[in-house]
């Protein structure tokens, strides 16, 4: 019997309204609703690639070219292990192995990744249903769903965390997103999600999370993409300054400067700014801005990207 191999590709993400705070690291289940976008970069595609081979023989699993270990905690492995009875039923072979490998990522590889196995799951057992299987991939990264279903998504129920997209990627044609990058170390996400929930504010940002989903659907209903990207910044801020007040320092002094500049800028020229974990600053904006703003950026960062917002997983490569 020949290998049953299973290809798909999945887009990286960021937050729109952002997530802080998990129950735990094995569920990874949040303690509040969150949003996002997939994106890609606008001159070349941005995905994790992923194969999934059913096979007689054994083989070994790799991500990056690196090999698997099984008892990572978020180890993808332990999702194909909850599948492997059925998989070997249906196909008549015992072996399961995974392949993956990013191509023009910048950040958000895991989510990416988690996605296109999703995907490559999916297509082997039909009969599974996304909902079910993203609670699964969780495991492997908290914002799979993002990834999976592409353009515009909300993540709700906290209890058991659903995705749905509410925008598809085509209607943010007319935007672009700037991504202005600074040369300090990103720090672990967990270092977030770990920490937010310490803060006696953390409550409140429970609360505002919540409410911003309701306005977020609100304004993709409407299509109105500047008031989405507008109410991304404020997350953006609230968001920071509960993780300065539990210590996790995010935002650096540089970063700090260019957060100023385009306050002023946005006087002359629409944009807006998301910081999520890392060490970039997201500067939404029209696409026909997107030169000037490089311009103007350049004198804070040399390093730079061009981003648009990408679709869902998708079957094959």
């Avoid at 749905?164 to 040369?183: C, D, K, N």
């Avoid at 993409?225 to 968001?239: N, Q, R, V």
């Amino acid at each position: 019997m020949e290998d049953k191999i299973f290809r798909s590709s999945a887009h990286p993400t960021m937050g729109i309204v952002l997530l802080g705070g998990l129950k735990d690291n094995v569920s990874r289940h949040p303690y509040h609703d969150s949003a996002g976008i997939a994106y890609s970069l606008v001159d070349k595609d941005s995905v994790a690639k992923t194969e999934l081979t059913i096979s007689r023989d054994h083989r070994d699993s790799f991500i990056n070219n690196e090999k698997v270990d099984i008892n990572g905690s978020r180890s993808p492995l332990r999702v194909i292990e909850r599948y492997r009875k059925q998989i070997s039923e249906k196909y008549g072979m015992d072996n399961i192995s995974v392949n993956s490998w990013n191509e023009n990522i910048i950040s958000g590889s895991s989510d990416a990744g988690a996605a296109a196995l999703q995907r490559c799951i999916n297509d082997a057992l039909p009969e599974i249903s996304s909902d079910q299987m993203e609670i699964e991939m969780r495991k492997v990264s908290e914002s799979v769903g993002r990834s999976f279903y592409g353009g515009l998504t909300v993540t709700e129920n906290h209890e058991r965390p659903i995705t749905t997209r509410i925008l598809e990627h085509e209607s943010f044609s007319g935007f672009t997103i700037i991504s202005a990058v600074f040369p300090h170390t990103r720090k672990p996400s967990d270092d977030i999600h770990f920490n937010q929930p310490k803060s006696p504010a953390y409550p409140e940002r429970i609360s505002k999370a919540n409410s911003r989903i309701m306005e977020l659907r609100s304004l993709a209903e409407e299509k109105n993409i500047e008031g989405i990207f507008e109410l991304a910044m404020k997350d953006t801020d609230d968001y920071h300054a509960l993780n300065e007040r539990v210590g996790v320092e995010i935002i650096t002094d540089e970063m700090r400067v260019l957060l100023r500049s385009i306050g002023k800028w946005r006087e002359e020229i629409w944009m807006t700014y998301i910081v999520t974990g890392g060490n970039s600053v997201f500067i939404p904006c029209h696409r026909e801005d997107s030169e000037e703003i490089r311009n103007l950026v350049s004198n804070h960062t040399a390093k730079m990207y061009e981003l648009k917002v990408a679709g869902p997983a998708t079957s094959g490569f």
